[in-house]
T-cell receptor, first 115, second 112 residues
Framework: GAGVSQSPSNKVTEKGKDVELRCDPI?????LYWYRQSLGQGLEFLIY????????KSGLPSDRFSAERTGGSVSTLTIQRTQQEDSAVYLC?????????????FGPGTRLLVL | DAKTTQPPSMDCAEGRAANLPCNHS???????VYWYRQIHSQGPQYIIH???NNETNEMASLIITEDRKSSTLILPHATLRDTAVYYC?????????????FGKGTMLLVSP
């Protein structure tokens, strides 16, 4: 079946604007992760959703960042009042049930540039 | 994540085997070795994982030393499309989920 998809693939915005990034996980996967990857850096965990449980938001860098997952499927990551340091590739991953031994499958990412 | 050490870059001729080493000397008994790769401008791609036995799938082979302190990812017949950054990760399997932490990885350049 289809893999994880993300949109938009690229986003250029002005400092202070809000942006929304979308993730469509693999069908049937109950776990969904958001990460970001800054230029030349490794992965930084942002937030994790598992089924109907409360999300783990421990990785969100500030209260300007929020995410929701509607109907246990599609997820939206929102960044309010964007700053230049928010420029990065935002990656979404999903796995079947969210347990540690499961493989996470990544989408292609959204490249965000804040001017 | 400082749990793994990889060379920053490697070269390989097309058609030859690419052997990518990884040191994980502090690995604990319930930690698995995972390999992902990231081709330029794409999301990370899962390759293979193992605990202590050697593993093989359609993409690669994973050789883990008996003391589990190091491993080698083998791409048996590298192609130009295998040019990517390869990440070796150790992940603990417990009752909860775990997030992925990538280090700097190895940049593999496959040339004609």
């Amino acid at each position: 079946g289809a893999g994880v998809s993300q949109s938009p693939s690229n986003k250029v915005t002005e400092k202070g604007k809000d942006v929304e990034l979308r993730c469509d996980p693999i069908s049937g996967h109950t776990a969904l992760y958001w990460y970001r990857q800054s230029l030349g850096q490794g992965l930084e965990f942002l937030i994790y959703f598992q089924g109907n449980s409360a999300p783990d938001k421990s990785g969100l860098p500030s209260d300007r960042f929020s995410a929701e997952r509607t109907g246990g499927s599609v997820s939206t990551l929102t960044i309010q009042r964007t700053q230049q340091e928010d420029s990065a590739v935002y990656l979404c991953a999903s796995s079947p049930g969210g347990t540690a031994e499961e493989t996470q499958y990544f989408g292609p990412g959204t490249r965000l540039l804040v001017l | 994540d400082a749990k793994t050490t990889q060379p920053p870059s490697m070269d390989c001729a097309e058609g030859r085997a690419a052997n990518l080493p990884c040191n994980h000397s502090t690995i604990s008994g319930n930690e698995y070795v995972y390999w992902y790769r990231q081709i330029h401008s794409q999301g990370p791609q899962y390759i293979i994982h193992g605990l202590k036995n050697n593993e093989t799938n359609e993409m690669a082979s994973l050789i883990i030393t008996e003391d589990r302190k190091s491993s080698t990812l083998i791409l048996p017949h590298a192609t130009l499309r295998d040019t990517a950054v390869y990440y070796c990760i150790v992940r603990e399997w417990d009752s909860g989920y775990s997030t992925l932490t990538f280090g700097k990885g190895t940049m593999l350049l496959v040339s004609p």
